[in-house]
């Protein structure tokens, strides 16, 4: 069964979508079976992959909300061999949807349930907030990757993600894991993401991923090509951190 993983973290502009987008792919260049979900309005995840969100017939609102299935609104993208069921601002209407519906924190669960065994891996681009779509990415899940920027208040906003992920896991979801903390944008020259770092590690141990992103300007170009770095510049640092990402990754025994 797939590996379904949450990328969240509520802080605005970590890396969530870019972290999102290029473990995809890189996951996907090593043949597994992957499917990318945005679940944001902004849309960044879906335009990252090189997929128009003005012009989707369904989006991720419509499965959500028990309009169409998600066989019915994703997109594949053969070029970066993974599919991806897109998003756009409808994504706001989910949002409110969900907070009426009976169960809504189990709408996304539900639909991925018909599809899941076509994957060996489900990531989850989740919003910048501890909304309703968080916790749907939440509840789904196997585990959450939260990216983060070693910033002097990181650490403050990585307690409230770790605190509803302990509700969520004492209330609906006892299986719920903390993949990973990564270290995103990182720039060794600057003591204090050096010292934001180490706390990081002290904390959290081998939580942390061994793999750190750097700052990378093609990480940063890439999407306005809608393309995942690897095939912007496979050669630049910012591919070859998630290249390595995906590797940690599959190099780590199954937790359960
Ligand atoms: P939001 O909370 O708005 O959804 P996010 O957490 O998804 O943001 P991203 O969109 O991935 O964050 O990244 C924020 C900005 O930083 C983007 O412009 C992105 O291109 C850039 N960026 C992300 N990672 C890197 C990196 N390692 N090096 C340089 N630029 C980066
Ligand atoms: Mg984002």
Do not use: W
């Amino acid at each position: 069964m797939a590996k379904v993983l949450a990328i969240a973290n509520q802080k605005g502009g970590v890396g969530k979508t870019t972290t999102s987008v290029n473990l995809a792919a890189s996951l996907g260049a090593t043949k597994r079976r992957v499917l990318l979900i945005d679940l944001d309005a902004q849309g960044n995840a879906t335009m990252g992959v090189g997929v128009d969100k003005g012009a989707l017939e369904y989006s991720g609102c419509d499965v959500l909300l028990g309009d169409c299935t998600l066989a019915d609104a994703r997109v594949r993208c053969p070029d970066f061999k993974l599919d991806l069921l897109p998003a756009n601002e409808d994504m706001t209407a989910a949002d409110v949807g969900l907070q009426d519906a009976e169960q809504g924190q189990l709408s996304l669960k539900k639909a991925l349930a018909p599809v899941i065994d076509e994957y060996d891996y489900i990531l989850i681009d989740c919003p910048p907030s501890l909304s309703m779509l968080t916790v749907n990415a939440l509840v789904a899940a196997t585990g959450v990757l939260v990216p983060m920027q070693c910033e002097y208040y990181a650490l403050e906003g990585i307690s409230a993600l770790m605190s509803t992920v302990g509700q969520i896991r004492k209330s609906i979801n006892p299986g719920l894991e903390v993949e990973g903390i990564l270290r995103t944008m990182f720039d060794p020259r600057n003591n204090l993401a050096n010292l934001v770092s180490d706390e990081l590690i002290a904390h959290f141990g081998d939580k942390v991923f061994n793999t750190v992103v750097p700052r990378n300007v093609r990480l940063a170009e890439a999407p306005s090509y809608g393309q995942p770095v690897m095939a912007y510049d496979a050669r630049s640092t910012g591919a070859i951190a998630y290249f390595a990402l995906a590797g940690e990754m599959l190099g780590k025994k199954p937790s359960k």
